[in-house]
Structure formats: structure tokens, C-alpha cells
């Protein structure tokens, strides 16, 4: 049996820190996430809530780990908008960054975010399809605005 | 064993036209793929070859060529031993235009299922796709060992 997950790697022109801070800062989310952002204080632990412009809430979650510039897992993440969604349960997310030396020996290098989101269980599978359509289009504007300064959408298309 | 797909989708603030023409010009894959240059006639049944330096790194052949809309193209890579005893794949380019964006789509497949391409192109797509998506925004390329800096961030993609 195994469990439904999503991986997706980006290579962005930047410094792991500019990553942390865009990942981590609540403005910033919002420009690359449609106007959705998340309320965290980013410490081993603590809730993790995301939420609409409208301060509905979106999903929510709890910091699992949190390794400034390098690692950060969200768990216990859970759809709160969409019935079908909230009822397929549960699943984990993480983000890892690295400056990737991808061609080994020779010194080409930037950072390499990977994202890893995976279903609690087997039923999640309908997270992942949701998951797999959402991280590209959030994925693309963040390496868009840490690169020229602006996103790629600023609303959310269909 | 199920046979090996590959699929990553990237959301460019570009053109169908100009992600098009960018996938198929020679001048512009030599920059964003690592110095890997396309020459082709771009004629269903015609060959393409990617070289760099001078050295054959890919072969295949036009499957399809509907610009902006799709490509395709068979993909044996010709430059490692370590490949050589496997059947050419298929790569699939969709390019889709979503309000001033386009939504791109890679899909990678025919592979056999224990492909050592497989893991090969699994690795190599994310970096040569977010190298393209920064060539068409910000005019710059992910660097190359064998690129000189102020080559590689002097690239235009006009």
C-alpha cells in the first residue's frame, strides 16, 4: 500500500534566505498564493492556519519542523473549505532547500526547492490531485517573484 | 512493473509563440538547455539533434510540430554509455495560453520499466525547465559549468 504523494523541484536565481523569508512572511504568500496567506509563528509545534482575503479559513495544519533556509514540514494538514477535500483526510508537506550544485564538480549552482506533499493515507488521493494542481501554479509565480520582482498570476485561473 | 511517465507543468509569463519558438530555435536551446542546441527542419518524420560543443547529446525524431500549440519529438540521449541499450522515448510539449501566461506541460514517456533515462530526465527536466522560464522572464539562463558568467548572464531572449 502506498500512499498518494506529490514531488515537484524548482531551481530559482536566489539566496536560500530569500526563499525562507518569501515562504515564511505573510505578505509576501499572499502575492504569490492568489491572495491566500498563512498565519504561523514558524516554530516546531505551532498551529499553522491558511487563510482567504476574506479571513476564511482554508486549511490548517501544524508546524512539524522548522530549519530556517532549509527545511520546513507542515503536518496534520487538512482542507477546511471543501467537504470532499477535508474528508479525504489528512497529509504532509515538505519543502526543502538547497544550493544545488547541479553539475557536480563544476560550480553551476541555485537553489533547488523540492516539495514533497504526501496523503496520510491511501483515501488522500483526491488531496494529491487537488495538490498536484495547485504547487505548479503557486510554485511558478514564487520562482517569478523572487526572480523579477513580480508574479506570474496575480488571481487564480481555472 | 508499470512503465516510468514523467509529467511537470511550469506557468511562464510569456507567449505560446515565444515558448514555442524557444523550444524549437537553435540559438535559444543552446542558451537555456545548458548549451544543448536543437537542429531540426521541425517536419513530422524529420530528425532532431541536440548538440553541445560539438558533441551529439540527444537524437530523435519530429513526431509532431503544431506551433504554438504542441510538440514532440522522439528523445534518445546519445552521450553516456549508460544509455545506450535503451529504446528512444517520447517527449510531449503542450503549451496552453491562460489569460497574458502559458501553462506548459512535459510529458515524458514510452520508457522501459526499469529506464535509466528515466531517472536521467526526471532530474534534468525541473532544471532545463526553470532555466526556460527564466530565460523568458527575466532574459537570464540558469548558469552552465561550460558557459563563461558573462556569457551566460548576457543571454537575451529577444
Known amino acids: 500500500m502506498t500512499k498518494p504523494k506529490f514531488v515537484y523541484v524548482t531551481y530559482i536565481r536566489t539566496t536560500p534566505e530569500k526563499v525562507w523569508a518569501a515562504l515564511t512572511d505573510q505578505q509576501t504568500i499572499a502575492k504569490y498564493w492568489f491572495g491566500i496567506t498563512a498565519e504561523c509563528d514558524w516554530k516546531p509545534g505551532s498551529p499553522w492556519r491558511l487563510k482567504f482575503e476574506d479571513g476564511r479559513t482554508a486549511d490548517t495544519g501544524e508546524i512539524l519542523e522548522a530549519v530556517p533556509h532549509k527545511r520546513l514540514v507542515i503536518g496534520n494538514w487538512q482542507n477546511q473549505f471543501k467537504p470532499e477535500l477535508k474528508a479525504a483526510g489528512r497529509a504532509r508537506c515538505t519543502i526543502e532547500l538547497e544550493v544545488a550544485e547541479y553539475y557536480p564538480g563544476y560550480g553551476g549552482k541555485a537553489v533547488k526547492l523540492t516539495i514533497t506533499h504526501e496523503a496520510e493515507a491511501e483515501q488522500g488521493a483526491p488531496l494529491i490531485e487537488a495538490v498536484s494542481g495547485g504547487w505548479p501554479k503557486i510554485l511558478s509565480n514564487l520562482k517569478s517573484l523572487l526572480e523579477t520582482g513580480d508574479v506570474a498570476f496575480d488571481t487564480q485561473v481555472a | 512493473m508499470s512503465k516510468p511517465v514523467f509529467i511537470y507543468v511550469s506557468y511562464i509569463a510569456s507567449t505560446p509563440e515565444k515558448v514555442f519558438r524557444a523550444l524549437t530555435s537553435h540559438e535559444a536551446t543552446g542558451?537555456?538547455?545548458f548549451g544543448n542546441a536543437a537542429t531540426s527542419e521541425w517536419k513530422v518524420g524529420s530528425p532532431v539533434t541536440?548538440?553541445?560543443?560539438?558533441?551529439?547529446i540527444i537524437k530523435g525524431e519530429v513526431l509532431e510540430y503544431d506551433p504554438p500549440r504542441k510538440l514532440a519529438y522522439t528523445f534518445k540521449p546519445m552521450h553516456d554509455e549508460l544509455y545506450s541499450g535503451e529504446q528512444p522515448s517520447r517527449v510531449v510539449f503542450d503549451l496552453e495560453q491562460q489569460r497574458d501566461q502559458v501553462?506548459?506541460?512535459?510529458?515524458?514517456?514510452?520508457?522501459?520499466?526499469?529506464s535509466k533515462v528515466f531517472a536521467g530526465i526526471s532530474n534534468g527536466w525541473p532544471l532545463v525547465l526553470s532555466s526556460l522560464k527564466s530565460y523568458l522572464e527575466t532574459n537570464r539562463v540558469l548558469w552552465a559549468p561550460w558557459y563563461d558568467k558573462e556569457k551566460a548572464e548576457g543571454c537575451s531572449a529577444s
Do not use: I, Q, Y
Open chain 2, 50 to 56: 541536440f548538440h553541445r560543443e560539438g558533441r551529439l
Open chain 2, 103 to 114: 501553462k506548459l506541460t512535459v510529458n515524458h514517456d514510452d520508457f522501459a520499466p526499469d
Open chain 2, 31 to 33: 542558451k537555456f538547455w
